[in-house]
């Protein structure tokens, strides 16, 4: 939960780096919350407002850390748009978020890893 708040609190920083760790553990906390609003709206037979709503609010942190994170491989955040082209998008910024940071120090700070 931590990693999560903390991405929370820096949701309007699109410079400096991400760690792996910091990305996928907010991804995994706002894929658990959005499947228990998801079945909170199919039992209760509600219209899709509560998931909409959170999805709406969670937009600018996942946009924010994404590119943090591309930061951290060394990549500019327009890389981001690629999840704009179908499938093929999708999974290069997949392979791009699973890749480990760059060692040293690169054009968009330190390595959070040894800060």
């Given amino acids: 939960m931590e990693w999560y708040l903390k991405v929370l609190k820096n949701y309007v920083v699109f410079h400096g ?3 792996r760790k910091e990305y996928w553990m907010f991804v995994l906390v706002n894929v658990i919350i959005s499947i228990i609003l998801s079945s909170i709206e199919a039992v209760a037979d509600l219209p899709k407002f509560l998931s909409t709503l959170y999805s709406l ?10 590119v943090r994170r591309l930061h951290d491989i060394g990549k500019s955040g327009w890389w981001l748009l690629l999840s704009l082209i179908p499938i093929i998008g999708g999974i290069i910024l997949l392979v791009f978020m699973c ?3 760059q060692e040293s120090d690169n054009q968009y700070g330190a390595n959070p890893k040894y800060s």
Avoid: E
């Fill in 57 to 66: 609010a969670v937009l600018l942190p996942s946009l924010a850390v994404g």
């Fill in 99 to 101: 890749q480990d940071s």
């Fill in 17 to 19: 780096r991400a760690r």
